[in-house]
Structure formats: C-alpha cells, structure tokens
C-alpha cells in the first residue's frame, strides 16, 4: 500500500488545521477557507480552467466555455469543527485531477465541463448544511438564508457582502442551475459500509431524510449558592433528562445526536435561565424521520416540565430522503466494472441537486469509518483509485 496523499491534498494539509480540536476547522468565509479559495482559484487555472464566482459564493472551474447541460463535478471545501482531511476536499482534488488526465490524454469534451465548489456545506458557520446548494437551487429562501447569524452575531447578508457579493442578490440562480446537465460528486465515505464490502469504490444508492432542529429548555436563571436545589427551574438538568430521552426515542435504523449545546448566560456560578441544544436527527424514510421528531419533542417537553421547565422545539433545516437517479447510478457502476451501490446517512451537495438534474456519487473507501472528525481517513491508493474512477466517469460523460 502506498503510503502519502494526493499532490492537491498535500498541498492544503495544513491549511486550517484545529490545534484545540484537533482536525481541521475550515469555516466558510474565515481565513483558512478564504485561503482555500485562492488555492483552488490556482490550481484550477493551472489545469486551464476559467474560474468564476456565483451570486452565492460558489466558485465553478469552467473546462472550455461555460454553457448548458454541463457535466459538473465537485464538492466542497469547508468542514465542521475539527473535521477531518477529506470530508469535501477529496471531491475537489479528485475532479481537478480527472480532468488534467483528460486534458493529458488528449480528450476534447463534446459538452462543457465544470469543477464547482459548494460554500458552507456543513453549515458550521450559519448553521445550515449545503447552504450554497440550497440557495442556488431555490431549496432555502434568500431572505431566510440573508438572516442567519453566525455565533459572533455576523448575519450571512453582512459576511456574504464583506467577502464580495451582493446580499440582495443572493438566492435562487435559474441560469446557474440550468447550466447544469448532470452533477457527479466524489466523497470518502463516511461509515464503514466499503470496509464491509472490502472494496475500494461504491456508487451512492440514497441519502437519509434528516435535519436540524434547536431545542431551547427555558426555565429560572438564578444564584448557584442562593438558589435551594428544591427551589430550582434549571433548564441545564431538563436539557440533561431531554437529551437522555432523546436517545431512547431513536430505534436501531434511526440517528438522533445532540452535538452542540449553550447555556444562557453559560457562568460556573449561574444556573442558567435558558440551554439550546440542537438535535440532528435522521431516517431512512421521511415519514420515520418526522415521526421521530414527533416524539423527541413529546419527550422533551415532558423532560422540561419534571424540572418546571418548557422545551421548544425549532425546525433550522429539513432535507427529504434521496433516492439519487437509478439508471445514472448502474451506468456509473457498470462503467466501473461492477462497483457496489451504497446508502449513506451523511447529507451532501449532491443531495439537494438530485431534486433538479441527474445526480451521482462515488464514495472511496474510509479505512477507519469514522468522520467529522480527525480520524477520518482514505490511503492514497484508493484516492487513486477514486480519480482514476472519476475521470472514466467523465469519459463517458464527455
Ligand atoms: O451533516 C452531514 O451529513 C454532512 O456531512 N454535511
Ligand atoms: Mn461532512
Ligand atoms: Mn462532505
């Protein structure tokens, strides 16, 4: 096995690196993505490419002229906080390498050819996922997405203008998404479903319905000395008792993880008067995924009331299942020689795309199915052999 990563990673690799957290916290707009940015401008110029940005900050790499029923392909370059080293950007540096071996091959494509860049995939900073996808496609209203704000208070209209483009024009992008012929995304896989198969590529089968929802435990902000334990409204035990029950709502195919919590006003010697969490939860059908949320919310609002406190629940994003093109998905496959079909639970640009044009996924495999976080990992063997399957997907795309 070869040991070493692919040249474009190695060049990035310690661009954002998270020494608190550990991993890499690549953030959209914050300075490692920023210089991210310019890194991808490069290198796809040095491939040839005609580099331009959309009214939502999505950067497309143009191989020959930009024009309708295009092959695009792609992923994203941010991360969540202390993400790992390919979750995103081995999507972006195995299309750039595709299409250099193209170009070396001699390959004049009958169609155009885009590399595109997803910005805030993760929603790590806004808090929605796939926020360049969706606004472009029309999934999240341009107003909705101008008022999100970031943690320091920053809404996306103020960073979107201080980084270039115009708020009142973001949104929808009809003449962005017509260009589009078919998407094709690569990405490390994220379980360990390649690891079971004990091969090194799949094809994306279908995304889990998910979504985010913050949960806010209200109750009485008080003195931690003064304030008797049977004299106590404290919203920190609710979240503590609702997040208990948030776990056994979810049966076995279910995912429902809180990752991120905050207490108002968040002092050692101050029972809080108010403690979001925020819940991801996810299903296989969205129906299952809805229920589920259904019955957090019943468990968490009897969780708050043992404490006398309230919970309310709020939707901040929803993406329906996706079942990505079937006869896209078995030509990819069999071009391919045979490559599995795969389901994932992660959500990806792709996802929000399928809804509008033809859409495909390869995964390469994780030796250590673990992500969003810094033991995700892919040997470079098999990145080759994720680029080598991406330019023969291209091939005949072309
Ligand atoms: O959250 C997700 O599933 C994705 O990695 N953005
Ligand atoms: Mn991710
Ligand atoms: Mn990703």
Same mark, same amino acid.
């Given at each position: 096995?070869?040991?070493?990563?692919?040249?474009?990673?190695?060049?990035?690799?310690?661009?954002?690196?998270?020494?608190?957290?550990?991993?890499?916290?690549?953030?959209?707009?914050?300075?490692?993505?920023?210089?991210?940015?310019?890194?991808?401008?490069?290198?796809?110029?040095?491939?040839?490419?005609?580099?331009?940005?959309?009214?939502?900050?999505?950067? *497309?790499? *143009?191989?020959?002229?930009?024009? #309708?029923?295009?092959?695009?392909?792609?992923?994203?370059?941010?991360?969540?906080?202390?993400?790992?080293?390919?979750?995103?950007?081995?999507?972006?540096?195995?299309?750039?390498?595709?299409?250099?071996?193209?170009?070396?091959?001699?390959?004049?494509?009958?169609?155009?050819?885009?590399?595109?860049?997803?910005?805030?995939?993760?929603?790590?900073?806004?808090?929605?996922?796939?926020?360049?996808?969706?606004?472009?496609?029309?999934?999240?209203?341009?107003? #909705?997405?101008?008022?999100?704000?970031?943690?320091?208070?920053?809404?996306?209209?103020?960073?979107?203008?201080?980084?270039?483009?115009?708020?009142?024009?973001?949104?929808?992008?009809?003449?962005?998404?017509?260009?589009?012929? =078919?998407?094709?995304?690569?990405?490390?896989?994220?379980?360990?479903?390649?690891?079971?198969?004990?091969?090194?590529?799949?094809?994306?089968?279908?995304?889990?319905?998910?979504?985010? *929802?913050?949960?806010?435990?209200?109750?009485?902000?008080?003195?931690?000395?003064?304030?008797?334990?049977?004299?106590?409204?404290?919203?920190?035990?609710?979240?503590?008792?609702?997040? +208990?029950?948030?776990?056994?709502?979810?049966?076995?195919?279910?995912?429902?993880?809180?990752?991120?919590?905050?207490?108002?006003?968040?002092?050692?010697?101050?029972?809080?008067?108010?403690?979001?969490? *925020?819940?991801?939860?996810?299903?296989?059908?969205?129906?299952?995924?809805?229920?589920?949320?259904?019955?957090?919310?019943?468990?968490?609002?009897?969780?708050? &009331?043992?404490?006398?406190?309230?919970?309310?629940?709020?939707?901040?994003?929803?993406?329906?299942?996706?079942?990505?093109?079937?006869?896209?998905?078995?030509?990819?496959? &069999?071009?391919?020689?045979?490559?599995?079909?795969?389901?994932?639970?992660?959500?990806?640009?792709?996802?929000?795309?399928?809804?509008?044009?033809?859409?495909?996924?390869?995964?390469?495999?994780?030796?250590?199915?673990?992500?969003?976080?810094?033991?995700?990992?892919?040997?470079?063997?098999?990145?080759?052999?994720?680029? =080598?399957?991406?330019?023969?997907?291209?091939?005949? +795309?072309?």
């Amino acid at each position: 096995m070869a040991h070493g990563r692919l040249a474009g990673l190695d060049e990035i690799v310690d661009v954002g690196r998270d020494a608190s957290r550990g991993g890499y916290s690549r953030h959209v707009w914050a300075a490692p993505e920023l210089e991210l940015r310019e890194w991808f401008v490069a290198r796809a110029a040095a491939v040839g490419l005609d580099v331009e940005t959309d009214r939502n900050g999505n950067i *497309w790499a *143009w191989w020959g002229a930009p024009g #309708r029923d295009a092959v695009v392909v792609g992923s994203h370059l941010d991360s969540v906080p202390g993400g790992g080293e390919f979750d995103g950007p081995l999507g972006v540096v195995s299309a750039l390498d595709a299409i250099a071996l193209l170009q070396a091959e001699g390959v004049r494509p009958t169609r155009p050819c885009a590399v595109v860049v997803f910005a805030e995939e993760e929603g790590s900073r806004f808090g929605v996922a796939c926020l360049g996808s969706r606004l472009l496609t029309g999934a999240i209203s341009a107003d #909705r997405a101008r008022a999100l704000t970031d943690a320091d208070g920053v809404s996306f209209a103020e960073a979107a203008a201080a980084h270039g483009l115009d708020p009142r024009r973001v949104g929808r992008d009809d003449e962005a998404l017509a260009r589009i012929g =078919v998407f094709i995304e690569l990405h490390v896989e994220q379980g360990r479903g390649l690891i079971d198969l004990g091969g090194p590529l799949a094809v994306a089968s279908s995304i889990l319905a998910h979504g985010r *929802w913050r949960i806010d435990f209200t109750g009485e902000g008080n003195h931690a000395g003064a304030t008797r334990m049977g004299d106590r409204r404290d919203p920190m035990v609710a979240a503590a008792r609702g997040i +208990l029950a948030i776990r056994d709502a979810a049966r076995a195919d279910d995912r429902a993880t809180v990752g991120r919590i905050e207490a108002v006003p968040g002092g050692t010697n101050v029972i809080p008067s108010r403690v979001s969490t *925020w819940l991801d939860a996810r299903s296989d059908l969205d129906g299952d995924a809805r229920a589920l949320v259904a019955e957090i919310t019943a468990r968490a609002q009897e969780a708050a &009331a043992a404490e006398g406190c309230e919970a309310r629940v709020i939707e901040e994003s929803w993406s329906g299942q996706v079942v990505f093109d079937p006869a896209l998905r078995d030509r990819l496959a &069999a071009s391919l020689g045979g490559v599995p079909a795969l389901p994932t639970g992660a959500g990806h640009d792709a996802g929000v795309l399928a809804g509008h044009v033809p859409t495909a996924m390869l995964f390469v495999r994780n030796p250590t199915g673990v992500s969003h976080s810094p033991e995700e990992h892919a040997t470079l063997d098999d990145c080759v052999a994720g680029v =080598v399957a991406l330019t023969e997907v291209l091939r005949g +795309l072309l």
